[in-house]
């Protein structure tokens, strides 16, 4: 097999689609084309058929009643439709909602949203290996406590969180737990009972599905959990979600979940080794280090940071060749670093220096071997071209040192 270039190390931003989900969806664009809400002839039969068997394939990824599956247009809305539909809902119980500084910006911004209409949230900052406090979880609840809000693996760094810990406070308090678990769902197991989470949001083109589908796990039994819809219309998806349903992205996600979950134990086992191998090769260069935990983390992503180098400028090394993503330009074309990686307690010389790996399921070993050499060669490259370097070599204490302003 030749070598596949450019090399594509971004599955978390997106993943490409798998051949066999877009075979699956292409009837549905033409000659099954109804609408699934159409009762009274074949072509609405044909189409309510195929997403009821896609709302079974998604809901035994994650070991749901299909019942209990709403389906979105992807993950941020799933996101919004949790946290804003639970935030109306249970107004009369109280108006608290406990989240994290290192959640998806679709989950940060609902949540500052819900401030502004008068809601109380509270934001756990995270420990330096990204996890974070359960006693600090348990001491934010109050009695107006309605809903914690705690993503299941981070989309930069790829850390786990104890669900299964955070899912005991919540119940314990009678708390509703939801959690945003687009980049663990066909990953890694995810399981709604054996977990305690009462609702999950996921997404279809992170797990080489099609984009604009994705779905919102809520608990019908113990506790029987509501929404309010935030998109009204006819009252489909037991009128939580209203909207004509998008039969082929359905469909696709569907057959995409079915493939997460008969290949999920040995794409991982085969990812993480990958992985390791990419990122053992990498930590041999000086001065390297791997932001967040390595023991509670998913098995296809890891970020480095590569010190005295600045990840926009790595990145142009070899971005013809290798697409990846830097720790200062995952949420916009700003020069920000990465608010995730800075929650870590990373300084910003840290955070400018980050690459995000993304491996996935067309990732070969040729790449990752392509993409050891490219990045071993640029940082060194770089660094030879760097003062600060040099001086660090001297042995120069770079944080001693004053900085004249002008």
């Known amino acids: 097999m030749e070598l596949k270039?450019?090399?594509?190390?971004?599955?978390?931003?997106?993943?490409?689609?798998?051949?066999?989900?877009l075979e699956a969806m292409l009837p549905y664009f033409t000659e099954k084309f109804g609408n699934a809400a159409s009762r009274n002839h074949s072509f609405g039969w044909v189409a309510e058929e195929a997403v009821d068997y896609a709302r079974e394939q998604v809901a035994k990824l994650i070991n749901?009643?299909?019942?209990?599956?709403?389906?979105?247009?992807?993950?941020?809305?799933?996101?919004?439709?949790a946290i804003k539909g639970v935030y109306e809902m249970y107004a009369s119980?109280?108006?608290?909602?406990?989240?994290?500084?290192?959640?998806?910006?679709?989950?940060?911004?609902?949540?500052?949203?819900?401030?502004?209409?008068?809601?109380?949230?509270?934001?756990?900052?995270?420990?330096?290996?990204?996890?974070?406090?359960l006693e600090e979880l348990e001491k934010a609840i109050t009695p107006k406590t309605i809903l914690i809000a705690i993503m299941y693996g981070n989309n930069e760094t790829g850390v786990v969180q104890p669900i299964r810990e955070i899912s005991k406070i919540a119940r314990r308090h009678g708390v509703l737990f939801f959690t945003d678990a687009t980049q663990a769902v066909g990953k890694i197991?995810?399981?709604?009972?054996?977990?305690?989470?009462?609702?999950?949001?996921?997404?279809g083109h992170k797990m080489y599905g099609p984009k604009g589908v994705g779905a919102l796990y809520v608990r019908r039994k113990n506790p029987r959990v509501k929404v309010t819809s935030q998109m009204d219309g006819g009252g489909h998806e037991r009128g939580?979600?209203?909207?004509?349903?998008?039969?082929?992205?359905?469909?696709?996600?569907?057959?995409?979940?079915?493939?997460?979950?008969?290949?999920?134990?040995?794409?991982?086992a085969r990812l993480s080794k990958m992985r390791d191998r990419l990122e053992n090769s990498l930590m041999e260069l000086e001065e390297t280090y791997v932001n967040g935990s390595t023991e509670h983390r998913l098995p296809h992503?890891?970020?480095?940071?590569?010190?005295?180098?600045?990840?926009?400028?790595?990145?142009?090394g070899f971005n013809k060749n290798i697409a990846l993503s830097s720790g200062s330009a995952c949420t916009s074309a700003s020069l920000e670093p990465s608010y995730v990686l800075k929650a870590l307690g990373l300084g910003d010389d840290l955070a400018h220096s980050s690459l995000r790996f993304g491996l996935g399921r067309f990732t070969t070993d040729d790449q990752i071997d392509?993409?050891?050499?490219?990045?071993?060669?640029?940082?060194?490259?770089?660094?030879?071209?760097?003062?600060?370097?040099?001086?660090?070599?001297?042995?120069?204490?770079?944080?001693?040192?004053?900085?004249?302003?002008?």
């Not at 500084?101 to 330096?128: S, W």
């Not at 197991?189 to 997404?203: K, M």
């Not at 996600?253 to 493939?259: D, I, M, R, T, Y």
Request: aromatic share 6%; charged share 25%; net charge negative.
């Open 240 to 268: 939580m979600r209203s909207g004509t349903l998008n039969v082929p992205a359905i469909v696709g996600f569907g057959k995409a979940c079915e493939l997460c979950m008969n290949e999920m134990e040995s794409e991982a």
């Open 93 to 133: 119980k109280g108006n608290h909602v406990i989240t994290a500084t290192t959640e998806h910006k679709a989950v940060l911004d609902t949540c500052k949203h819900i401030e502004k209409t008068g809601g109380q949230v509270t934001y756990l900052n995270v420990k330096e290996d990204g996890l974070i406090d």
């Open 5 to 21: 270039l450019p090399v594509y190390l971004d599955n978390n931003a997106t993943t490409p689609m798998d051949p066999r989900v």
């Open 301 to 316: 992503v890891s970020n480095i940071s590569f010190k005295y180098v600045e990840g926009e400028g790595l990145m142009m």
């Open 370 to 406: 392509f993409t050891i050499d490219a990045i071993k060669s640029t940082v060194t490259k770089l660094r030879e071209m760097s003062p600060l370097w040099e001086m660090f070599k001297e042995g120069v204490d770079i944080n001693a040192i004053e900085w004249a302003h002008h």
């Open 189 to 203: 197991p995810v399981d709604v009972n054996a977990d305690g989470i009462d609702l999950l949001a996921f997404s």
């Open 64 to 81: 749901a009643d299909p019942k209990e599956i709403i389906f979105t247009s992807g993950a941020t809305e799933a996101d919004n439709l």
